[in-house]
């Protein structure tokens, strides 16, 4: 399908989960949908990320199962928890029926291919996005809704949408300030091994090492803990081990954020966890370990000014408690194919029509994003009584305010936002 010069533009600012299930959702009749990309999208970061079931249901809407099954999808069935001792001590299960469609794992790499295939895909209704890659975007003028790259070349959108992630460019001419992203005091070892390598480890339990049903494990201690089950079919296991930054046995503060870890220094910090989960951590290559310091967002002030917003991590990057974070930007996507779906977004009356759409947005997506922020937060609290095995983390605490979204419209329609109470956001 051919662009035509009378096409309503939409740019968007960076090819990641979120600027992919916009370039999809945003794809019709009479629209010309351009995706830039800084990296040339060789490889994506190898890690298991999860769409929880407020995300999976906009998939299916969408059409999108078909792609994704390609992405070798492992439906995760619950939550187990263990103690510093390595004692069962709760088991949170997930069923369809709870919400309306699964909590679902996937290798990063894996979902954003995914994604791509199905953003240029001559089978779905439009014209397919235009994906330029090693386009750094330098400069963002929110009022003309033009973006500058760093070869000097203008573009010019209808829309510009900024899905450039927690560095983002975009964020600080929408905001006419540098809102830099906060340390959050905790950072995070991340593994992917093969799970069959776990299988002969002594002592794991049954439920950690069986890919089928998948579950996701979390052992806690003190103020750290572990996250970690199986994706890409049940061939990889993922782990997350969270550190507060005092208790580091290495310095994780880097300008890249993202470095190699130090399995030594990995096996020091978790000294007092259970011998089997060392054993695994043990089990994974020297060069197969990455150490980031966790950053988010405080929310901001506003995501829009006049046909600019910014989205996804840009607008409310988030800790990985909650397992949200890609969640809450094809929930952004979703937002954004509703109200503008509703105008007339073609030639100048187009235009306005698309700032009153970008205003809905916000007003539907603004407070729900905010609570799940705090609701991340909250998660990174010391889960475990210092100085006893006591869990008092409880994974299943927020699940029914996440995951039984429906979409942005109903959301309003709904009252739901102004159902939760002050006690729920308490820090």
Same mark, same amino acid.
């Given at each position: 399908?051919?662009?035509?010069?009378?096409?309503?533009?939409?740019?968007?600012?960076?090819?990641?989960?979120?600027?992919?299930?916009?370039?999809?959702?945003?794809?019709?009749?009479?629209?010309?949908?351009?995706?830039?990309?800084?990296?040339?999208?060789?490889?994506?970061?190898?890690?298991?990320?999860?769409?929880?079931?407020?995300?999976?249901?906009?998939?299916?809407?969408?059409?999108?199962?078909?792609?994704?099954?390609?992405?070798?999808?492992?439906?995760?069935?619950?939550?187990?928890?263990?103690?510093?001792? #390595?004692?069962?001590?709760?088991?949170?299960?997930?069923?369809?029926?709870?919400?309306?469609?699964?909590?679902?794992?996937?290798?990063?790499?894996?979902?954003?291919?995914?994604?791509?295939?199905?953003?240029?895909?001559?089978?779905?209704?439009?014209?397919?996005?235009?994906?330029?890659?090693?386009?750094?975007?330098?400069?963002?003028?929110?009022?003309?809704?033009?973006?500058?790259?760093?070869?000097?070349?203008?573009?010019?959108?209808?829309?510009?949408?900024?899905?450039?992630? =927690?560095?983002?460019?975009?964020?600080?001419?929408?905001?006419?300030?540098?809102?830099?992203?906060?340390?959050?005091?905790?950072?995070?070892?991340?593994?992917? =091994?093969?799970?069959?390598?776990?299988?002969?480890?002594?002592?794991?339990?049954?439920?950690?090492?069986?890919?089928?049903?998948?579950?996701?494990?979390?052992?806690?201690?003190?103020?750290?803990?572990? =996250?970690?089950?199986?994706?890409?079919?049940?061939?990889?296991?993922?782990?997350?081990?969270?550190?507060?930054?005092?208790?580091?046995?290495?310095?994780?503060?880097?300008?890249?954020?993202?470095?190699?870890?130090?399995?030594?220094?990995?096996?020091?910090?978790?000294?007092?966890?259970?011998?089997?989960?060392?054993?695994?951590?043990?089990?994974?290559?020297?060069?197969?370990?990455?150490?980031?310091?966790?950053?988010?967002?405080?929310?901001?002030?506003?995501?829009?000014?006049?046909?600019?917003?910014?989205?996804?991590?840009?607008?409310?990057?988030?800790?990985?408690?909650?397992?949200?974070?890609?969640?809450?930007?094809?929930?952004?996507?979703?937002?954004?194919?509703?109200?503008?779906?509703?105008?007339?977004?073609?030639?100048?009356?187009?235009? #306005?029509?698309?700032?009153?759409?970008?205003?809905?947005?916000?007003?539907?997506?603004?407070?729900?994003?905010?609570?799940?922020?705090?609701?991340?937060?909250?998660?990174?609290?010391?889960?475990?009584?210092?100085?006893?095995?006591?869990?008092?983390?409880?994974?299943?605490?927020?699940?029914?305010?996440?995951?039984?979204?429906?979409?942005?419209?109903?959301?309003?329609?709904?009252?739901?936002?102004?159902?939760?109470?002050?006690?729920?956001?308490?820090?």
């Amino acid at each position: 399908m051919d662009r035509q010069d009378g096409d309503f533009r939409v740019v968007i600012v960076g090819g990641g989960i979120a600027g992919l299930a916009t370039a999809i959702a945003l794809r019709g009749p009479g629209r010309s949908v351009t995706v830039l990309e800084r990296s040339r999208m060789l490889r994506e970061t190898g890690a298991l990320i999860s769409l929880q079931p407020n995300a999976s249901k906009i998939i299916t809407r969408w059409g999108l199962d078909p792609f994704l099954a390609a992405a070798e999808p492992q439906i995760d069935r619950g939550f187990r928890l263990y103690d510093v001792a #390595g004692n069962l001590v709760r088991e949170v299960p997930l069923r369809t029926d709870q919400f309306g469609a699964d909590r679902v794992l996937y290798h990063r790499q894996d979902l954003h291919s995914a994604l791509r295939s199905a953003a240029v895909s001559q089978d779905r209704p439009g014209a397919p996005a235009d994906i330029r890659t090693a386009c750094d975007v330098v400069r963002c003028d929110p009022d003309a809704a033009t973006v500058t790259l760093a070869s000097g070349e203008v573009l010019q959108g209808d829309l510009v949408i900024g899905a450039d992630g =927690i560095k983002s460019t975009v964020r600080a001419a929408v905001l006419g300030e540098t809102r830099q992203a906060i340390p959050t005091g905790i950072s995070a070892y991340r593994i992917l =091994i093969p799970t069959q390598s776990i299988q002969g480890i002594e002592g794991v339990p049954d439920g950690v090492k069986t890919p089928e049903p998948a579950t996701t494990t979390m052992v806690i201690g003190n103020d750290k803990r572990v =996250i970690m089950g199986p994706g890409r079919g049940g061939k990889l296991f993922g782990i997350v081990a969270l550190v507060p930054d005092e208790q580091m046995a290495e310095e994780s503060r880097d300008d890249s954020w993202v470095k190699p870890g130090s399995k030594a220094k990995l096996l020091e910090a978790f000294a007092d966890f259970p011998a089997w989960l060392r054993a695994i951590f043990d089990s994974a290559p020297e060069d197969g370990i990455g150490l980031w310091q966790l950053r988010d967002l405080d929310p901001l002030p506003t995501w829009i000014r006049r046909r600019t917003i910014i989205i996804g991590d840009a607008a409310h990057a988030m800790l990985p408690t909650q397992g949200q974070g890609a969640s809450q930007s094809i929930e952004d996507a979703e937002a954004l194919q509703a109200f503008l779906d509703d105008m007339n977004i073609r030639g100048r009356e187009g235009r #306005g029509g698309a700032q009153r759409a970008l205003e809905k947005v916000f007003e539907a997506r603004y407070e729900r994003v905010s609570l799940i922020q705090s609701y991340s937060r909250q998660q990174a609290k010391p889960g475990a009584e210092k100085g006893s095995n006591r869990v008092s983390l409880d994974p299943g605490q927020f699940l029914k305010y996440n995951c039984e979204y429906e979409g942005a419209v109903a959301w309003l329609r709904s009252g739901t936002r102004r159902e939760t109470t002050s006690s729920e956001v308490a820090a």
